[in-house]
C-alpha cells in the first residue's frame, strides 16, 4: 500500500484585514500519494497559492494539520523548516525569479548553496540543464533567454538536490500555447522518470491534464477530487 507524502487534515487558513477575517482555505482534508501528479484548479482567488504555500512550508495554516514526506511542519521551527523545504521539496514559479547577474547554471545552483558545496551543485546544476536542452545556455545571462527557457532554468533550479515533491504555482502562466504543451510534457517525463510527487496549480485545463487527479477548490473550501483516465503522453521536446 502507498504511503502518503502529503497530509492535510481540516486545514484552515484565516488572514486579518482591515479588522475582518478573510478565510483563504477552510476545513481542507487531502491525501496526496508518493508518486502521484495531483492538479489544483480552480478560479482565481480560490486558494490555490495558499494550499501550495502551505505544503512548502512558507505559511503556516491558522488550524489543522500538515504532515509532509511524514514530518508534522507545525513542530518545526523556521530554521528546521527552511532546511527542510531545501532537502525535499522543489518549487516552480510562474516567474521563475531569476538574479540578473547570474548565469543560466549559477542560478540554478545559488538556492542550495547554504546546503552542498559549491562544486558539486554546480556540476549537478549543468547536468540538469542539459538534461533540459539548456546545454548551449550555460553562462547566458537571464536577458539573453527567452521566456521558456527562463522557466527551463526555474525547473532546474527545483530540481536540484533530486527532492521528493514538486510544487508548481501557475508554471505556464506567462508561456505561449505551443511553449506550454513542451513544458507539459517535460514535467510528464519528469516525474515518471524520477517518480516525483508532483502538485501543479493551474486554471488551464491543458496543464491540468497532467495529473492523475484534479482537486478543485472554490471559494477556499474543497470543491471536488477526480482521478482522471491515463491519456497518451504529448510528444513535445522542446521549450523556445
Not at 480560490?46 to 512550508?57: D, F
Not at 514530518?71 to 531569476?98: C, M, N, W, Y
Not at 547554471?105 to 549537478?124: D, H, I, S, Y
Not at 517535460?186 to 516525474?191: I, P
Request: avoid cysteine.
Amino acid at each position: 500500500m502507498r504511503e502518503p507524502a502529503i497530509e492535510l487534515v481540516d486545514v484552515e487558513r484565516i488572514y486579518p484585514s482591515g479588522g475582518e477575517r478573510v478565510v483563504a482555505l477552510s476545513n481542507i482534508d487531502l491525501t496526496i500519494f508518493h508518486g502521484e501528479a495531483v492538479a489544483v484548479s480552480g478560479p482565481s482567488g480560490s486558494g490555490k497559492t495558499t494550499l501550495l504555500n502551505l505544503i512548502a512550508g512558507l505559511d503556516r495554516p491558522s488550524s489543522g494539520r500538515i504532515t509532509v514526506l511524514g514530518q508534522a511542519l507545525d513542530v518545526l521551527s523556521e530554521t528546521k523548516l527552511t532546511a527542510f523545504r531545501a532537502k525535499h521539496i522543489g518549487l516552480v514559479f510562474q516567474d521563475p525569479h531569476l538574479l540578473p547577474g547570474l548565469s543560466a547554471v549559477e542560478n540554478v545552483a545559488v538556492a542550495r548553496l547554504p546546503w552542498g558545496r559549491r562544486t558539486q551543485l554546480m556540476t549537478e546544476a549543468r547536468k540538469l540543464l542539459e538534461v533540459l536542452g539548456m546545454g548551449h545556455r550555460l553562462h547566458h545571462p537571464p536577458s539573453r533567454l527567452s521566456t521558456g527557457e527562463k522557466q527551463r532554468v526555474g525547473l532546474a533550479r527545483a530540481l536540484l538536490g533530486r527532492p521528493e515533491i514538486l510544487l508548481g504555482d501557475e508554471p505556464t502562466g506567462n508561456l505561449d500555447s505551443r511553449t506550454t504543451e513542451g513544458l507539459i510534457a517535460l514535467l510528464s517525463k519528469l516525474r515518471e522518470e524520477m517518480e516525483i510527487t508532483m502538485v501543479i496549480a493551474t486554471h488551464d485545463p491543458a496543464v491540468a491534464a497532467i495529473g492523475q487527479r484534479v482537486v478543485r477548490l472554490i471559494g477556499g473550501r474543497l470543491d471536488s477530487d477526480r482521478t482522471l483516465p491515463v491519456l497518451r503522453p504529448i510528444e513535445v521536446n522542446t521549450l523556445d
